[in-house]
């Protein structure tokens, strides 16, 4: 079979015709996003030839395109490439790890990756067919993707392996595999927290009225508003969650282009804003905008509220939409994202509060350059979703359901922006609500199946999908996270080298070799991985004291921690590393910021031959972002061996409540 395909290949390029420039590497990777892009260069670091084809002129996607308040819900879930990818960031803004960057900061490093891959990227080409012998595909064949396309054309890649890195599952859908549009009904895969939902967060306070003239339903309903009937809660649907863009405002005066008025503008579309502010008054920017704040004077803001940059139910067509289609939506959402800014910043019917505080910001002039200072990624939150031979549900985000072939991890809420906007009569009366956003958490990190991200078998042999994956519509609102696609990326590269060096199809790969790779060289080019001890590994040891294990405690790294209030008692916990490679470390502990928290944690620092003492004043800690915990280095030391080196922490000097969570031990 082997040698029919490779014989295939060759004739197919024999018979290109003139000027057609076929390609022929050994994985292909479709898709310049984040996932992309480490699949691209885990396949280099794994000695293959390699392509990356990015339909427009940037890589990274959301992560380079706005999204740089990174979604964690872990830290734990985040590993190998994805990890490095974070602390090269830390590197840049002089910290450990950094989890809140600039757009233009984020790019650059995506390309530093592609680079010292030395990874072939073709900028401006987008997908056009796929064609397959069997189940393999066997080339795709490309298009330009604008007039003014940038190098040489490509018409058609052969590859032996293929890696859909789209947020739309463009290749996945033209080598002809199973995928679903939309939520699934509650009763498909026993769920909860699927299909409609009508909840209380990012929600109209009750009657808020929906009609153009207040209680005349003859005139017609606000902009914005569908008429669709409210289904029973549960009901599936083809309904998409809402896109937005990731906002990058400054409010640098000397980095400044105004916020202006953008084409297509009308204020009635901010209508709704308007009434939810007379029902309740905002008192800040946050009222209607999520407005975080990241380095050197800029944001990233998001949606936050009843109506905010969510374009609510206006991307049904989106996922499977041809190009110009696509092109035409992602235009009315920038378009309604810079009206809103537009309106908030000049109208005077927006509270004063909002509307001088907003005018303070502009658009940045140092990022996106080349589009007019506005990101060139809309946020498709989500699209098509592979079925696959596995699907990840509800189940396994709340851990009664366990993969048996795990392979990364997730670790955030199941998280549904609304899907819909409708008029719902409540005690007799008429009220706009918003329907389908579900923000349900609590659980620790859990495992994604190997499975979820290849074809069912006998779909397509030599195709994996680390974005479009196969899960439910509420299950991929917790995986749906920039790191775990980094992740899912170099597992998907790592599974594709693997089928080519066994010439097996992609079902056949052993999930365990990919889990074992991933941890015995997360980078892929030989260095010392860190050892990380967490407090319920049997390396970490209670020596002395009542300490209490809290589960679920908000900042902890992993599923738990370890506490002890010394006003009860002293006490101490011992971490033990597992070292293997003599040399120097540097050791950090991880700290997360508890009420009631110690400012004074003392630690020993063992390396098997000599003791050293550590004592971290937290009065001043800062913690940034999503998690509430954070890496604090206490010491270097160098390590011999053969004795293991330890940490052990205290209650010496604690005025409050001392934790115990993790410790790792970085090879330098």
Not at 219 to 236: F, Q
Not at 565 to 579: H, M, T, W
């Amino acid at each position: 079979m082997r040698l029919l395909l490779l014989l295939f290949i060759s004739v197919c390029l024999s018979c290109s015709p003139a000027g057609n420039q076929g390609l022929q590497v050994d994985i292909c990777v479709y898709g310049g996003t984040s996932a992309g892009v480490m699949a691209a260069y885990s396949a280099a670091k794994l000695g293959k030839s390699v392509v990356l084809i990015e339909p427009g002129r940037h890589l990274g996607g959301l992560t380079s395109g706005g999204l740089g308040y990174t979604d964690i819900g872990n830290k734990y879930a985040v590993t190998a490439l994805a990890l490095d990818y974070y602390r090269r960031l830390g590197k840049h803004y002089g910290t450990f790890e950094q989890w809140i960057f600039e757009p233009h900061v984020a790019e650059n490093l995506f390309k530093e990756y592609i680079q010292r891959g030395k990874v072939q990227v073709l900028y401006d080409h987008r997908l056009k067919s796929a064609e397959k012998n069997d189940q393999s595909i066997t080339r795709i064949v490309l298009e330009r993707s604008r007039a003014d396309a940038l190098g040489e054309p490509v018409e058609a890649v052969f590859a032996r392996m293929f890696i859909d890195a789209t947020y739309e599952g463009d290749l996945m859908a033209k080598a002809g595999v199973r995928y679903t549009i939309g939520r699934e009904d509650n009763s498909q895969y026993g769920e909860t927290w699927n299909g409609v939902q009508l909840l209380d967060k990012h929600q109209f306070p009750d009657d808020i009225d929906p009609f153009i003239v207040p209680g005349d339903p003859g005139s017609g309903l606000v902009w914005g508003i569908s008429s669709d009937t409210l289904d029973p809660a549960g009901t599936g649907d083809k309904r998409v969650q809402a896109y937005n863009f990731r906002i990058c405002l400054t409010d640098d005066p000397t980095n400044q282009v105004p916020i202006t008025r953008p084409p297509d503008y009308d204020a009635s579309r901010y209508e709704l804003l308007l009434r939810y502010f007379a029902a309740s008054p905002p008192t800040s920017l946050w009222s209607c905008l999520k407005f975080d704040k990241m380095p050197n004077h800029k944001t990233d803001i998001n949606n936050n509220g009843p109506f905010s940059t969510d374009m609510i139910g206006m991307n049904y067509d989106y996922p499977e939409a041809d190009y110009e289609t696509r092109a035409a939506v992602q235009l009315k959402h920038q378009y309604y994202n810079q009206g809103l800014l537009f309106f908030l910043t000049q109208d005077v019917r927006v509270p004063a509060v909002v509307r001088e505080a907003l005018q303070k910001w502009g658009y940045p002039k140092d990022e996106y350059t080349d589009n007019d200072h506005w990101s060139w990624q809309m946020y498709v939150r989500e699209a098509r979703r592979m079925v696959g031979e596995y699907v990840m549900t509800q189940a396994h985000c709340e851990g009664r359901e366990v993969v048996p072939d795990p392979i990364a991890l997730a670790a955030y809420t199941m998280d549904s922006h609304n899907c819909n906007r409708l008029v719902i009569t409540k005690d007799g009366r008429k009220m706009v609500k918003n329907e389908g956003d579900v923000q349900k958490g609590g659980f620790p990190p859990y495992p994604i199946s190997y499975r979820s991200l290849t074809p069912k078998s006998g779909e397509c042999s030599n195709l994996l999908v680390p974005v479009c994956l196969s899960a439910s519509h509420i299950a991929f609102g917790s995986i749906r996270m920039e790191p775990v696609f980094m992740v899912l990326g170099q597992v998907s590269a790592i599974a594709a080298a693997m089928a080519i060096d066994g010439n097996i199809p992609v079902q056949k790969v052993d999930a365990g070799a990919i889990k074992s790779l991933m941890e015995r060289n997360p980078l892929l080019d030989g260095s010392v991985p860190d050892v990380i001890v967490d407090n319920e590994a049997p390396a970490c040891k209670v020596i002395s004291g009542n300490w209490e294990q809290k589960t679920g405690a908000r900042g902890n790294y992993n599923r738990s921690l370890l506490q002890i209030d010394p006003k009860a008692g002293s006490g101490s916990v011992s971490f033990e590393a597992a070292l293997t490679q003599p040399g120097s470390y540097e050791i950090y502990a991880y700290v997360p910021k508890l009420e009631g928290g110690s400012n004074i944690l003392e630690y020993q620092l063992f390396n098997g031959t000599a003791i050293q003492t550590a004592t971290l004043d937290l009065k001043q800690l800062e913690v940034a972002g999503q998690a509430s915990g954070t890496w604090i280095s206490i010491g270097k030391m160098d390590w011999s061996g053969p004795s293991p080196a330890t940490v052990t922490v205290n209650t010496t000097g604690a005025d409050g409540l001392v934790v115990a969570d993790a410790v790792q031990w970085v090879f330098r």
